[in-house]
């Protein structure tokens, strides 16, 4: 495995590379077609570049490890307001996070209802392109509108166009408190009513989550204490119908509900886990329609609605196979992962997108990962990955 | 401002486009009589002039695409033009080009309430898209100041920003989806009522390319539930240094305010002269808004006051009305026109580190003198996008010239000190040829390749973003 310690050392890997590079941080989102290359490690390329607390703005190379990123910013009572999520938990794996790797796949947790996605608080980027040129773009400042914005385009692009080695951030202060209102036995209509209605509110709601195998619904609520606490009041008002609500005040537990919805973990277990990205109401309905049927499966709902966890075990794929005449939970899972992109591709669904975030390599190999997208933006990522990778070495085939 | 000559061939078969173009689009959506074009020959930055050689006002995507379908198979620059408020002369012409203007497109196709989005067609006014949806409850966030005539297309254009986007972000943080139509007249949709597409992030590199990379007819926009209540307390500062450590400990005491706005001494003189907003008198100035429910509102205002007695203010005045607090806003909304009061004026945009405000106010001061033309300060302070307006007389031979140069030195001090040269208001032609100070060539080229892959004539939006000679071999393929 290749490790360059500096930018300069990364260029020079990338413009002397002879064939395909599998590119790292920590390797702990293997999420992707798997990619014949040889491996290169960003995580050599670590550490704070600039914190500034009063400006809210950090820049940091992009292989330091996410906690250590996490430990810094705490240390002045501020944080990363995407909340992004340990994919250990879900993928298993041992490596260590690092923030370049949370940037390539632009991932965002719970928070994202609320406070944006990843890319909504990258502000600059450092990467090398597929040329192996060192390539600057946005900077260390939160408005900027100078030149096209590459920043946003390198996050989620799982370094097809380029090789990330710093990247730069707006920051949020850590709330004083945080609460959490819980709507107890709720199925699918009473849940999303629920979230929808909260959303709807000008309570702030930092986090709407629906766990079906629980009925629960978390709706969470941070700011000074006084104002949580007002607001805790009024949503626990708004919910008032079918169902206990209960509020959660208590730190740790808040911490541990979170993390453990961020980081997807009632579906740690499942051998096959997809990420399904729709409009709540497109969602609402999509969960009622065939696959809900024929399908049994496993799922975690978060940004209200908006997003959809859905986990299969090896016997619940099984279970789908033979439907089908598909002889095993591999071939079960593949189908199941067709109709479930279909079922996004279908217009009058209003749109949205499956990724299969968890499966053997085998299956990863055999299916597009990621949600194909019309012929028109086919169009336009070859030509992107083209002009910034001529030579096609930077995870090829990685985003199909 | 140097613009490229134009194409003497394509001037040459004026007759023969205005007739295809007038063939798809009626007679009556093709503006080609010299008196008339006129109308087009400028933006908000009207220093610079030029008519196109015709302008069209299509109705439909549909149109639009068929628009550009005809452009482009006959080799005709296009310039997209929303309504033309543009501060960096983002829709300003070529002799040779096209202007297409999005002002007929402008229903609301979609408010979805339970899904927080509304889609509209993209000529529609920023304002009027929160006129939509606020009788029941709901706002657009972004605000430029230009919110009553600006088009949805040209925020996305520029990527707009305004006074709230402190606590709500910009325009690329509010939009969900487009229907785009790319320079060879594809229809492309991207996005929709939902959150973060699992390829690339289309959305994230259209928002803020000016018009260079498609046509946005249409926009799918996150609306936010409108927040119970806001009011503003209004600081004065014996020293802009003041003001600006009050805001960093503000900012880290983990108040986010909607709204963090700063003047100086002369902004606050001439908004006084002009709108008689009864500020103090002092050398600087914060207006900081916060949201919520009354209680909130008092405790979050007890904070951010706890903090600015701190440093020592000549005056803390919060406000208990919405009397009060129109009072309070008055002033600062009305500081440009108070400038023009004074003369004529260069409004920058550049963007620097909060922790480098003092420095910067103060080598504008130094500059200020330097060059001999006033400068007055009024800008966001919580994100550090400055708003300098540099006085002049465009009356006096020279005067344009040595505002431009002064600007051009604001904006690479802006540059030095980790900043950048625009926050908001876009490169346009107005900041095109600095773009050399803030990146190296190696940079821009990866920009241009961008434009290569959704323009490779690059006849959309000539002349704009990039020097003329980092383009020149493009522009002339």
Redesign the interface.
């Known amino acids: 495995m290749m490790r360059p310690g500096t930018e300069a050392e990364l260029a020079e890997a990338v413009a002397a590379a002879a064939g395909p590079l599998r590119i790292l941080g920590g390797g702990t989102r293997p999420v992707g077609r798997p990619v014949e290359g040889e491996a290169l490690s960003v995580a050599g390329l670590s550490g704070v570049v600039l914190y500034?607390?009063?400006?809210?703005?950090l820049v940091v190379r992009a292989g330091t490890p996410l906690e250590e990123v996490e430990r810094v910013l705490a240390g002045?009572?501020q944080r990363l307001a995407f909340e992004p999520m340990d994919h250990r938990v879900l993928l298993g794996g041992s490596g260590v996070p690092t923030i370049g790797g949370v940037v390539a796949g632009?991932v965002?947790g719970p928070r994202?209802v609320q406070a944006?996605?990843c890319?909504?608080s990258l502000i600059g980027v450092r990467f090398v392109?597929g040329r192996g040129?060192?390539?600057?773009?946005g900077?260390?400042?939160?408005?900027?509108?100078?030149?096209?914005?590459?920043?946003?385009?390198m996050?989620?692009?799982r370094g097809t166009?380029g090789v990330l080695s710093e990247v730069a951030f707006k920051l949020?202060?850590?709330?004083?408190s945080v609460a959490t209102v819980t709507l107890h036995g709720a199925d699918g209509a009473r849940a999303f009513e629920a979230m929808?209605r909260a959303?709807?509110?000008?309570f702030e709601v930092s986090g709407a989550a629906w766990l079906p195998g629980k009925g629960e619904v978390h709706l969470r609520l941070e700011?000074?204490a006084?104002?949580v606490a007002?607001r805790a009041g009024r949503l626990r008002a708004l919910l008032a119908g079918p169902g206990e609500v209960t509020v959660e005040t208590g730190a740790e537990a808040n911490a541990r509900l979170w993390r453990a919805i961020r980081d997807v973990e009632a579906l740690a277990g499942h051998a096959f886990v997809w990420r399904v990205?729709?409009?709540?109401?497109?969602m609402r309905a999509g969960l009622r329609a065939d696959l809900d049927r024929t399908a049994r499966f496993d799922r975690v709902v978060d940004?209200a609605g908006?997003?959809c966890w859905i986990g299969m075990t090896e016997a619940q794929a099984a279970d789908y196979a033979p439907r089908f005449g598909a002889a095993d939970a591999v071939a079960g899972a593949i189908r199941f992962h067709r109709d479930l992109q279909a079922e996004m591709a279908d217009p009058e669904l209003?749109?949205?997108?499956?990724?299969l975030v968890k499966g053997p390599e085998a299956l990863r190999a055999a299916v597009p990962v990621?949600?194909p997208?019309?012929a028109?933006?086919a169009a336009?990522?070859r030509?992107?990955r083209?002009?910034?990778d001529p030579r096609g070495i930077l995870n090829p085939g990685l985003?199909g | 401002m140097d613009m490229p000559v134009p194409n003497a061939a394509v001037i040459a078969k004026k007759e023969h486009v205005v007739a295809r173009l007038a063939e798809v689009l009626g007679e009556g959506a093709v503006i080609h009589d010299p008196a008339e074009t006129r109308a087009y020959e400028c933006d908000a930055l009207a220093a610079y002039r030029c008519p196109p050689m015709a302008a069209v006002l299509p109705g439909s995507t549909a149109e639009v695409a068929a628009v550009l379908r005809i452009c482009h198979e006959e080799g005709v620059p296009v310039v997209p033009r929303g309504s033309g408020t543009s501060l960096a002369g983002g829709a300003m012409p070529t002799a040779d080009s096209v202007i297409l203007g999005v002002a007929r497109l402008n229903r609301v196709l979609e408010v979805d309430y339970d899904n927080r989005v509304i889609r509209v067609e993209a000529g529609r006014t920023n304002l009027s898209v929160t006129g939509a949806v606020e009788a029941d409850g709901f706002f657009y966030a972004p605000d430029p100041s230009s919110q009553l005539a600006c088009a949805i297309a040209g925020n996305i254009a520029m990527n707009s920003g305004g006074a709230h986007c402190l606590k709500y972000g910009v325009t690329t943080n509010n939009l969900l989806g487009v229907t785009l139509v790319t320079m060879d007249g594809t229809v492309v949709e991207i996005g929709g009522a939902y959150m973060d597409a699992g390829g690339y992030d289309w959305l994230g590199v259209i928002c803020g390319s000016e018009g260079q990379l498609g046509v946005v007819t249409e926009a799918t926009l996150r609306i936010l539930p409108r927040p119970e209540g806001a009011r503003p307390v209004l600081m004065g500062f014996d020293s802009s240094e003041v003001a600006g450590a009050c805001v960093a400990d503000i900012i880290k005491a983990g108040v986010l305010p909607v709204a963090i706005e700063f003047m100086d001494r002369p902004c606050i003189r001439a908004t006084e002269a002009f709108a008689g907003a009864g500020y103090p008198d002092c050398e600087a100035l914060l207006i900081v808004e916060v949201e919520g429910s009354p209680a909130e509102i008092d405790e979050q205002l007890g904070l951010i006051k706890q903090i600015a007695r701190r440093h020592d203010p000549v005056e803390l005045r919060e406000s208990g009305s919405e009397a009060e607090s129109a009072a309070i806003w008055k002033g600062r909304k009305s500081a440009f026109g108070a400038m023009g009061q004074l003369g004529d004026y260069m409004c920058l945009d550049g963007t620097i580190p909060v922790s480098a405000l003092p420095h910067v106010l103060r080598r504008i001061g130094e500059m200020s003198a330097e060059f001999g033309l006033g400068v007055a300060n009024v800008f966001h302070a919580g994100d550090g996008n400055m708003h300098p307006l540099i006085l002049f007389d465009a009356n006096t031979p020279g005067d344009l010239e040595r505002c431009e140069a002064f600007g051009a030195a604001i904006l690479k001090l802006c540059v030095e000190v980790g900043g950048c040269l625009t926050g908001e208001h876009g490169v346009g032609i107005e900041k095109r040829d600095l773009m050399g100070v803030q990146f190296d060539p190696v940079d821009l080229e990866a920009q241009m390749r961008v434009k290569d892959v959704f323009d490779p004539g690059w006849l959309l939006n000539p002349a704009k973003v990039f020097p003329l000679e980092a383009s020149a071999g493009r522009r002339a393929g």
């Open positions: 500034e607390p009063g400006a809210l703005t002045e009572g632009n965002s994202r944006g996605a890319r909504d392109d040129a060192v390539i600057r773009n900077g260390r400042v939160m408005k900027n509108v100078t030149g096209y914005d590459l920043v946003k385009l996050a989620g692009s166009l949020l202060p850590v709330p004083e929808t959303m709807k509110s000008p700011g000074f006084g104002s007002y990205s729709m409009a709540p109401g497109a940004w908006g997003l209003g749109g949205g997108h499956a990724t990621f949600q997208e019309l028109p933006l336009l990522a030509g992107l083209a002009q910034f985003m």
